[in-house]
C-alpha cells in the first residue's frame, strides 16, 4: 500500500505534518479526516507509487506536465453551471467531463477540460486534477470541489459555486459598464480639446500676430498652451500620462508595501473608495460564505479568503482575524479590531456566530453590501454626468472668451 505525505491544520487551527498509508489520494484524505484533521495538501510519497496498470503514464503520454493558462471568467461560469447541471441529472463526472469538452470551442477552456477528464479517467480525484491548473481553478475553486467530493454533496458544491462565480461576475460586469461611458466622454472631450489646441488656435494665433496689438491675459495663456501642445510634444505628455499611471500602478503592486500603499489609497478617494471597500466586504462575505457553507473549516475558509480578496488592506486583516480565532477568539471580536469593516457588518457576524448559521448571515452581509454597491455607483454615474458637463463647458467658454476677446478689444478701437 502506497504511503501518502501530508500537510494539514489540527483542531485548533495549527499547520501539521504527517504521513498515512492508503490506496490512492481520496482513502488518504478519508483517513486524516478521521483524525480530526483538515487535510490542506496530500501527495504520494516519492519511490512508493503504486502502479496503475498500462494506462497510468496516459495523462503523462497525452499532456505531459502541461498547465492551461488563465481562462475567461465568463466561461469558466458558464463551464461550472453545466457541469452542476449535469451532475444534479445524475451523470458521472467523467462523462459530464466529455460532454462538456465537444460542446467547447477550441480553446484555452476546452484544453483544461480535456486534461481534466483525462486525469479523471486514471483515477484522479476531480479535485486533485483542477488543482494542476491553478492559474485556470484558483483555490477558492479547488477547495469547493474537494468539500463536495469528501461530503458525497458535489452536484450542491458546484451549484453553489456556479451562483457565486455568477454574483461576482455580475457585481464586476455592473461596476465595469458604470465606468465605461464616464471613460469615454472623457477621453473623447480630451481629443477635441487637443485637436482644437493643435489645428484651430495657431490659425488665430496668426490673425492676432497681423493685427499688431496687445492681447489679453486669458488670451496670451491660451497661446501658451497651445504653443506646448501643438509644437512641444505637450500632446505626447498628456497620452502618455495614463500609460505612464498605469505602468507605475503595475510596478508598485510587484511588492507587498506597494500593493497596500495602492489598495490603502483607493478605500480614500471619495466616492471611489466607499465603492471600493463596500465590494471588497461583499467578495469577502460572500467568499467566506460559501466556502463554510460547502463544509470547509473556518481557518482553511480564511487562508483562502485572503488569497482571493482583491485587496491587500483586507488581506492583512485577513491575517490578524485568523490568528485571532486560532488564539480561541471570536469571529466577530478580531474583524472589529480590525477596524476594516461598518460595525453592522461586525453585529451581523456576531449573530450569526451565537445562531450557528455564520455562512447565511455573511451570504446576507453580501447581498446588503451588492445592493448598496448597485446603488452608489448608479448614483456616481449620475453625478458625473453634470460635473462634465459643467467641465467642459467651463474649457470651451474659457477657448471662446479668449478667441474673442482681441476681436472685441480691436472693435471698440475702430469705433472709437
Known amino acids: 500500500?502506497?504511503?501518502?505525505?501530508?500537510?494539514?491544520?489540527?483542531?485548533?487551527?495549527?499547520?501539521?505534518?504527517?504521513?498515512?498509508?492508503?490506496?490512492?489520494?481520496?482513502?488518504?484524505?478519508?483517513?486524516?479526516?478521521?483524525?480530526?484533521?483538515?487535510?490542506?495538501?496530500?501527495?504520494?510519497?516519492?519511490?512508493?507509487?503504486?502502479?496503475?496498470?498500462?494506462?497510468?503514464?496516459?495523462?503523462?503520454?497525452?499532456?505531459?506536465?502541461?498547465?492551461?493558462?488563465?481562462?475567461?471568467?465568463?466561461?469558466?461560469?458558464?463551464?461550472?453551471?453545466?457541469?452542476s447541471t449535469l451532475i444534479d441529472a445524475g451523470l458521472p463526472v467523467l462523462r459530464s467531463?466529455?460532454?462538456?469538452?465537444?460542446?467547447?470551442?477550441?480553446?484555452?477552456?476546452?484544453?483544461?477540460?480535456?486534461?481534466?477528464?483525462?486525469?479523471?479517467?486514471?483515477?484522479?480525484?476531480?479535485?486533485?486534477?483542477?488543482?494542476?491548473?491553478?492559474?485556470?481553478?484558483?483555490?477558492?475553486?479547488?477547495?469547493?470541489?474537494?468539500?463536495?467530493?469528501?461530503?458525497?454533496?458535489?452536484?450542491?458544491?458546484?451549484?453553489?459555486?456556479?451562483?457565486?462565480?455568477?454574483?461576482?461576475?455580475?457585481?464586476?460586469r455592473k461596476v465595469i459598464g458604470a465606468m465605461i461611458y464616464p471613460a469615454a466622454v472623457i477621453t473623447f472631450a480630451v481629443l477635441i480639446v487637443m485637436g482644437i489646441m493643435i489645428w484651430v488656435i495657431p490659425e488665430f494665433t496668426k490673425i492676432f500676430a497681423d493685427m499688431n496689438t496687445q492681447l489679453p491675459t486669458m488670451t496670451k495663456v491660451l497661446m501658451i498652451m497651445s504653443k506646448w501642445v501643438a509644437r512641444d510634444f505637450?500632446?505626447?505628455?498628456?497620452?502618455?500620462?495614463?500609460?505612464?499611471?498605469?505602468?507605475?500602478?503595475?510596478?508598485l503592486r510587484m511588492s507587498d508595501s506597494g500593493r497596500y500603499f495602492v489598495d490603502s489609497v483607493k478605500l480614500h478617494i471619495p466616492i471611489m473608495g466607499q465603492i471600493v471597500g463596500k465590494t471588497s466586504v461583499s467578495r469577502f462575505s460572500r467568499t467566506l460564505g460559501t466556502l463554510l457553507n460547502a463544509g470547509v473549516p473556518i481557518l482553511e475558509a480564511l487562508n483562502i479568503t485572503r488569497e482571493t480578496a482583491g485587496n491587500e488592506v483586507f488581506s492583512r486583516a485577513m491575517i490578524s482575524v485568523r490568528d485571532g480565532i486560532r488564539e480561541g477568539e471570536s469571529f466577530a471580536e478580531p474583524l472589529r479590531q480590525a477596524k476594516i469593516v461598518e460595525p453592522m457588518v461586525v453585529n451581523m457576524i456576531d449573530v450569526g456566530e451565537e445562531t450557528g448559521e455564520l455562512d447565511e448571515m455573511l451570504e446576507k452581509i453580501a447581498d446588503t453590501y451588492d445592493d448598496e454597491v448597485e446603488t452608489m455607483v448608479a448614483s456616481m454615474v449620475s453625478l458625473l454626468e453634470p460635473i462634465m458637463v459643467i467641465t467642459l463647458g467651463l474649457i470651451v467658454g474659457f477657448i471662446v472668451v479668449s478667441l474673442f476677446l482681441p476681436m472685441v478689444h480691436m472693435l471698440q478701437t475702430f469705433q472709437g
Open 97 to 172: 467531463l466529455r460532454i462538456l469538452e465537444q460542446q467547447q470551442k477550441p480553446g484555452p477552456m476546452r484544453l483544461a477540460i480535456r486534461l481534466i477528464a483525462d486525469e479523471v479517467e486514471e483515477g484522479t480525484p476531480l479535485s486533485e486534477a483542477m488543482g494542476r491548473h491553478p492559474k485556470a481553478f484558483d483555490r477558492l475553486f479547488v477547495n469547493m470541489i474537494r468539500a463536495g467530493e469528501l461530503g458525497g454533496v458535489l452536484d450542491v458544491v458546484l451549484k453553489r459555486l456556479a451562483e457565486f462565480l455568477e454574483r461576482m461576475q455580475a457585481l464586476r
Open 234 to 251: 505637450g500632446w505626447a505628455v498628456i497620452l502618455a500620462i495614463p500609460f505612464g499611471m498605469f505602468m507605475l500602478l503595475k510596478l
Open 1 to 83: 500500500m502506497p504511503t501518502f505525505t501530508y500537510k494539514a491544520m489540527n483542531s485548533v487551527g495549527q499547520p501539521i505534518k504527517g504521513e498515512v498509508d492508503a490506496s490512492n489520494n481520496e482513502d488518504a484524505i478519508a483517513k486524516i479526516r478521521q483524525k480530526g484533521e483538515f487535510p490542506i495538501d496530500v501527495k504520494e510519497k516519492a519511490g512508493r507509487r503504486a502502479p496503475r496498470g498500462a494506462g497510468a503514464a496516459g495523462p503523462q503520454r497525452r499532456g505531459g506536465a502541461r498547465r492551461v493558462g488563465r481562462v475567461p471568467s465568463k466561461m469558466l461560469v458558464q463551464f461550472t453551471r453545466q457541469l
